[in-house]
């Protein structure tokens, strides 16, 4: 499995964005896609996860701001990112799981700054 993330960018702080992320090859029911995010000298942290009947979680710093969806027909996960503060500046990767494995896409870059 191989994913594309994309979306990230500069954002003043209480704007919004956009994260997409496509997933390629063998996709299974019953799987979960995921956004994480890092900063340095961090590890990286669950922002979101979405399994694959639509029921989704938060961390506690997302919920209210972040909506998580997929598109399984087109094999995308987003994030809808709003009211963006600068401690969510980060490199932001989405994560697919199916059947004990797990995958990450490439990083993008979101920073929130005036």
């Known amino acids: 499995v191989q994913l594309q993330a994309s979306g990230g960018g500069l954002v003043q702080p209480g704007g919004s964005l956009r994260l997409s992320c496509a997933a390629s090859?063998?996709?299974?029911?019953?799987?979960?896609m995921g956004w994480y995010r890092q900063t340095p000298g961090n590890q990286r942290e669950l922002v979101a996860n979405?399994?694959?009947?639509?029921?989704?979680d938060y961390a506690a710093s997302a919920k209210g701001r972040f909506t998580i969806s997929r598109d399984r027909s087109k094999k995308m996960v987003y994030l809808q990112m709003n009211s963006l503060k600068p401690e969510d500046t980060a490199d932001y990767y989405c994560?697919?799981?199916?059947?004990?494995?797990?995958?990450w896409g490439q990083g993008t870059q979101v920073t929130v700054s005036s």
């Open positions: 979405i399994l694959s009947n639509g029921a989704a």
């Open positions: 994560r697919f799981q199916q059947r004990g494995d797990s995958y």
């Open positions: 090859g063998s996709i299974f029911g019953g799987n979960v």
